[in-house]
């Protein structure tokens, strides 16, 4: 059997055990020995050998089972199973770890269980995501070319100091237009103020109630806590919004919000006084309501973004061009006849 004179002590495999076991019992059969007699000569220990024929006896087996029980005393109860199943795919705790989770039911009382029957349960539910297994696929820039308004907006957050604090500011832009659709002042970063700040938007364009289709448009944002999150995924998907996401460590493929913050922190509220919440506020609705309705900006021909938004700008870029080409012509003409304007000149004198 290719073992050892001295099997006190030595591990033993699951078929060598079988085997051995094989062997005393013919040895015995075959010369009439007792198993005193073969355990000495082997120098294994005659508890350990009638274990095994326990073993054996009851489950079939000679070892390679999981030590101790079959069920364990302190294992979890059934109610307390079916909570965290349920703790586990309600939508609020979707952004929670499996620690963090353990926790959250402890301190509300629902469930006293270790972050690990957590992590367990939830696993042989398939609410845990295989890590380990997932290939991050390489990233591309996201295709930004929206051929009218409302199609594509670009959003963000951003934070900016009122006295000794920090306040963050939402906003939502039309990149086809440029257009602030919508924005939302608040204390805290948090998912709650992000919907109010969509909320307004849809509101503004009238699109709040649309159905599910291409009417909607589609939100553009970074990897950020508020933009990828399961819980402002969800409610983009209630919504029927499509999400486009920006490469990783690449603010460029959202330069159009991102522009736009610049603008607004280093070209008005660096020359503005404000020491309320109240007063920022102000000061953003006058700055939104000039950068949309006065400023002209440069990359959509210089007009307003109202104007590109609302379609006129295509009447008024086309009457810029005609005044243009009559004052050419006006020029050329008296360029080409300087006589006639000296003649018009004296006979106006």
């Not at 308004?149 to 906003?171: C, K, M, Q, R």
């Not at 990149?175 to 998912?191: E, P």
């Not at 506020?281 to 006058?286: A, V």
């Not at 304007?341 to 004296?346: H, I, L, P």
Request: hydrophobic share 35%; glycine share 8%.
């Amino acid at each position: 059997m290719g073992l050892r004179d001295c099997l006190r002590g030595q591990y033993l495999s699951v078929a060598e055990k079988e085997a051995l076991v094989s062997a005393i019992g013919e040895i015995r059969e075959t010369y009439g020995v007792t198993l005193k007699f073969c355990c000495e000569r082997l120098q294994l220990d005659g508890e350990r050998y009638r274990r095994w024929v326990r073993l054996h006896r009851r489950t079939g087996r000679y070892g390679g089972g999981r030590p101790g029980p079959r069920r364990a005393p302190h294992g979890l109860l059934a109610e307390e199973r079916a909570k965290i199943v349920a703790l586990g795919r309600e939508e609020k705790y979707g952004d929670l770890t499996h620690r963090q989770l353990a926790v959250m039911a402890s301190e509300t009382d629902q469930v006293q269980a270790s972050a690990s029957s957590f992590y367990r349960v939830m696993k042989e539910e398939g609410m845990m995501e295989r890590r380990g297994e997932r290939v991050r696929e390489p990233q591309k820039k996201p295709e930004v070319k929206p051929k009218g308004p409302n199609e594509i907006w670009s959003w963000d957050l951003t934070y900016l100091a009122l006295g000794p604090v920090l306040v963050y500011l939402f906003a939502i832009i039309d990149v086809y237009s440029r257009k602030i659709v919508g924005w939302h002042l608040s204390f805290n970063a948090t998912l709650e103020s992000m919907k109010r700040a969509w909320d307004k938007a849809l509101g503004n364009e009238g699109l709040l109630g649309v159905e599910k289709g291409p009417s909607m448009p589609t939100a553009l944002s970074d990897h950020g806590v508020q933009m990828a999150k399961k819980t402002a995924r969800q409610f983009f998907r209630d919504l029927g919004i499509n999400q486009l996401f920006a490469r990783y460590q690449t603010p460029t493929d959202n330069a159009w919000i991102e522009s736009w913050f610049r603008i607004l922190k280093y070209d008005w509220l660096r020359f503005k006084d404000y020491i309320s919440f109240d007063e920022l506020k102000g000061i953003l609705e006058g700055f939104v309501r000039f950068y949309n309705t006065e400023r002209y900006h440069g990359a959509i021909g210089y007009v307003t973004p109202e104007q590109r938004h609302s379609g006129t700008d295509k009447e008024i870029l086309a009457r810029r061009e005609a005044k243009k080409l009559l004052a050419r012509r006006r020029r050329f003409d008296r360029n080409r006849h300087p006589e006639d304007q000296v003649f018009t000149m004296a006979k106006a004198a």
